[in-house]
């Protein structure tokens, strides 16, 4: 069975990850920074060396990589890399900018952009972080960075991930997801990837 790290998993376990990930050939590594979720593993972007180098087929990490800071992004990209097998892969989602601040040129950032399960989201909160539980206390869900799709690509290029994918969505999810594989693949494998694990 391989094995799939889950990071900034918050209280989400695999079948609130992908298709491909939500499968019986895949176990699941949970890790976060907050100790109440009761992760496997506590821990950073920036610092998982409870993760052995390499012990890892799959890595999701969902709308995790915007609470970053700019500089703190290639150094957490090089963990993820670390981790993975030779053949492995990451999959990474975010907020998409570009959609994002279209609809602050519309002067829309405070009027909500959708509705999630925990109320409206505006765009103010897309882009900086979700206000109510920031209001209580919870800072961890400040946003520090952002991407686009092709600032996101290059990027994860950048890193050393050798073959990448990504989409965005526009109205009602305002995201981008990513596929970034440690060794070449073959541009049907990559499709194959890409439709087993994006939304």
């Not at 491909?20 to 920074?33: K, M």
């Not at 601040?101 to 979700?130: M, N, R, W």
């Not at 206390?137 to 991407?147: D, E, I, P, T, V």
Request: charged share 20%.
């Amino acid at each position: 069975m391989k094995t799939f790290l889950h990071v900034g998993c918050g209280p989400k376990h695999k079948d609130q990850t992908t298709r491909g990930f939500n499968s019986p050939d895949w176990a699941e590594l949970r890790l976060d920074i907050d100790e109440s979720v009761k992760p496997d593993v506590v821990g950073t972007m920036t610092d998982m060396s409870s993760v052995k180098t390499g012990s890892v087929e799959g890595l999701f990490s969902s709308h995790n990589i915007e609470h970053l800071y700019p500089h703190e992004v290639p150094q957490a990209l090089a963990e993820f890399k670390r981790v993975l097998s030779p053949d492995g892969f990451v999959v990474i989602t975010c907020p998409d900018l570009q959609s994002v601040c279209a609809l602050v040129a519309e002067d829309k950032l405070t009027e909500p952009a959708y509705t999630s399960p925990a109320g409206p989201i505006a765009p103010l909160d897309i882009l900086f972080g979700h206000r109510p539980p920031m209001a209580r206390g919870n800072l961890y869900m400040a946003h520090r960075c952002g991407f686009t799709q092709k600032v996101l690509t290059s990027t994860l290029q950048a890193a050393g991930f050798t073959t990448v994918a990504a989409k965005r969505r526009g109205h009602p999810y305002y995201d981008l997801w990513a596929l970034g594989t440690s060794s070449a693949l073959p541009e049907a494998e990559l499709r194959e990837l890409a439709l087993a694990h994006f939304q």
